[in-house]
Nanobody, 124 residues
């Protein structure tokens, strides 16, 4: 079970930090990712992290602005979002899977657990 939080309303150029807590205590090779879905658009990959090794991956659209990190003691991942743009407005979802290979990190269909979404609204 995944629990996401941290969304809200922010002006363009501002920052938000999203959190996603996993209920598992033994995370093994778990990969946790963030995806987002804007109105009328398909869900898209944002970032992912391997909880054990800390390797990360980002969508080109957020590189340099967003940072994904993890706290293994809390089995929690964070998405620090800086320099937010109106086009970042979306419902953000966290996802997890314990068997993903890196080439699948950006594919929403590859994840077997999803949290509820948290809405991020960036005003211009």
């Amino acid at each position: 079970q995944l629990q996401a939080s941290g969304g809200g309303l922010v002006q363009a150029g501002g920052s938000l930090r999203l959190s996603c807590v996993a209920s598992e205590r033994n995370f093994g090779r778990m990969v946790m990712g963030w995806f987002r879905q804007a109105d009328g658009k398909e869900r898209e990959f944002v970032a992912a992290i391997n909880l054990s090794g800390g390797a990360t991956a980002y969508a080109d659209s957020v590189k340099g602005r967003f940072t994904i990190s993890r706290d293994t003691a809390k089995v929690t991942v964070y998405l620090q979002m800086n320099s937010l743009k109106p086009e970042d407005t979306a419902v953000y979802y966290c996802a997890a899977d314990s068997t993903l290979i890196r080439s699948s990190w950006s594919k929403s269909s590859a994840y077997d657990r999803w949290g509820q979404g948290t809405l991020v609204t960036v005003s211009s």
